[in-house]
């Protein structure tokens, strides 16, 4: 198994709170199998429950608390963005703690991390053209770009197009806090899980979740090492 995979069976572990065992984790090849896996020792025979209607109703209770907001105001078809105009990352952390669920991050705008991008390859290519070293360009500039990336996180303020409405937020939500939100109201939904299931792989092998079927096989179609 390669480290991807490790690292993959790591998250799903603690996103799910149940342990797999070395043996499973060999066998497990396809996002389907993993599916497969995670549904039956951890979810079978729960009640069925739609968890994306009891998130939004926490969600539009954490929204009404922490920016003052009516109940007509928060709809699922919402922006987001219009609900949360300023200090948005002020307010992000505020919703985090209200809903003790893990929120998406937001993202840097577009010219923040084009600016980061030029700053740190420019340096990287001199570098390299000076030395003859293309190893030493691609140190370089992975070095840069990881100090950028750490110097702008607080200009990071943009909701991210997968969450730009009420609803498509409380997706993202349910993705990535599924094991957590099930456990809080005993019940599950193998639909909702599959999308969570979908949404970790492409996080963690840096994959489209539109990519990610249940016959994709994490080495062949998904580039896992």
Known sequence: ??????????VVEDAYGLSISDEDAES????????????????QGMQEACLSSVTFYRLRRAMMSVLQLSRKDVQVTASVS???PACRRHVWRELQTAL??????LKRPARVTAISTLMAVVPAV??????????????????LGYVFYQVTKPLAVEVRPECASVGQLVKEIVA???????????????????E????????????????VTKQSHFVKDLGAG
Do not use: K
């Open 196 to 211: 969570s299931l979908r949404t970790l792989i492409g996080e963690q092998l840096g994959v489209r979740r539109c990519d």
């Open 176 to 194: 990535r806090n599924f094991g957590a939100i099930s456990d809080q109201c005993l019940r599950a939904n193998a639909e909702e899980l599959w």
């Open 100 to 105: 003790a669920l893990r929120l998406p991050d």
């Open 28 to 43: 497990i090849d396809t996002a389907g199998r993993l599916y497969d896996y995670v549904l039956a020792h951890r979810f």
């Open 126 to 143: 001199t570098m390299g053209i000076l030395l003859g070293s293309v190893l030493g360009a691609g140190i370089v500039a992975c070095s």
């Open 82 to 84: 219009a609900l949360i």
């Open 1 to 10: 198994m390669g480290l991807d995979l490790v690292e993959l069976v790591l």
